[in-house]
């Protein structure tokens, strides 16, 4: 049963640091693995997608890195800035699944 | 291009009501997912459906939940008799015909369910 952990729980940086979150799944077999960001009382929004095939993508400030072999995914945010501050979530899907599995966020806040 | 639409945003319910959410999904968008979130706890899988066919339903639980995603309208997850522990966070998802390896899952902004 495949499992999502992410790691911290919660994070508070001042503004303009860089930071890095971690994301670690216990099945190596995945189709590819997804960055979400949810705001509260929100929905969630897709921030990166790595497939299985690759090693890592880059949206602006973003940056994900995916290690299938060791099960770990980071998230790396450069500049970091208040309108950053939500709950980051790491999800991966098996191949011949159609589900997401989730791990339970970890919840970042920048201060000013 | 409208985004996945869930309503109602918030929904209040008593004990041994019954729940009616309901997903609109993104245009062009014919695949429906409904995951759920309780307290403190990740998104958890419950429903995957095509128009009138659920694909996969093994995180739904057995008894008084039921999910269907009509050829017109919106899908419906409905929860009859609702308990204290049914509260939580519903999200609906969306995608195109098969996610493949390239393919983003679009969320709506959620049913927040409180029973009291």
């Known amino acids: 049963k495949q499992e999502v952990t992410q790691i911290p729980a919660a994070l508070s940086v001042p503004e303009g640091e860089n930071l890095v979150l971690n994301c670690s799944f216990t099945d190596s077999a995945i189709y590819n693995l997804q960055w979400f960001r949810q705001d509260p009382g929100k929905g969630l929004t897709s921030l990166l997608l790595?497939?299985?095939?690759?090693r890592e993508q880059t949206s602006g400030r973003l940056n994900a890195s995916l290690d299938k072999s060791s099960g770990r995914s980071t998230l790396y945010i450069a500049a970091s800035q208040p309108g950053d501050s939500a709950t980051y979530l790491c999800a991966v899907i098996k191949g011949g699944s159609e589900k997401l599995v989730f791990g339970k966020g970890t919840k970042l806040t920048v201060n000013p | 291009n409208a985004g996945v639409m869930q309503n109602p945003r918030h929904l209040v319910r008593r004990r041994g009501q019954e729940a009616r959410l309901r997903c609109s999904p993104m245009k062009g968008h014919s695949h429906v997912y409904w995951y759920r979130q309780l307290p403190e706890e990740g998104l958890k899988f419950m429903v995957y459906?095509?128009?009138?066919?659920?694909?996969?339903e093994s995180g739904m639980p057995k008894e008084r939940f039921s999910a269907e995603f009509p050829k017109e309208g919106p899908s419906i997850l409905r929860i009859q008799q609702v308990v204290r522990g049914d509260s939580a966070a519903y999200f609906c998802?969306?995608?195109?015909?098969?996610?493949?390896?390239?393919?983003?899952?679009?969320f709506g902004s959620g049913t927040q369910l409180s029973v009291l």
């Open positions: 998802a969306s995608s195109p015909p098969s996610l493949s390896g390239n393919e983003k899952l679009f």
């Open positions: 790595i497939q299985s095939s690759q």
């Open positions: 459906l095509q128009k009138e066919n659920i694909i996969d």
